[in-house]
């Protein structure tokens, strides 16, 4: 393998193994300020945006050991990695897509497992981590008050007259 190969390869294997997700995209009609204000958009989550060649992510995603991800190696390809917050960066993804109306996510890989473009839009509209801990929690808090009336109630309705 030619020496230009190997380190364009060596390169998305890089980019790749900073995360434990990638989300492939088709970045057709995108302008250089678009990507730039997807990149700062991403920055907020710790990830990034990086334009490949399908042979090489092809190659590169192979020799990593993530599922077969050719579904989504037609036309440009562009990847968003890094970061520890999945459903964060879909959340970003899924808003600038809306807003501009030029990017389109093929497919991604989150834990091994591939999703198509429409589980991870489904991702990106769970609510935030601690909006689910505190809905959790509350939900607890108002079951042990509930029955902590029952037994008040319970106890007052035994409790003799004075």
Known sequence: MRAEKQYLISEVETHLKKSDYVILANFTN???????DLRSRL?????EFHVVKNSSLRVAAKALGLP???????????????GKN???????????IEEKKKLAVKVGVLES???S???????????PF????????GMLTSTAAAFVRVLDAKVKKE???A
């Open 130 to 137: 601690d909006a689910v801990r505190a809905q959790f929690l």
């Open 30 to 36: 995108v302008t250089v300020s678009d990507v730039a």
């Open 86 to 96: 999945p459903a964060g960066v879909a959340k970003v993804l899924k808003q600038y």
């Open 117 to 127: 473009a429409a589980e991870l839009s489904a991702i990106a509209d769970l609510p």
């Open 43 to 47: 920055a907020a989550e710790k990830a």
């Open 113 to 115: 497992k591939l999703f």
């Open 68 to 82: 077969a991800i050719d579904s989504g190696l037609s036309g440009p390809t562009a990847i968003v990695v890094g």
């Open 159 to 161: 409790a003799p007259a």
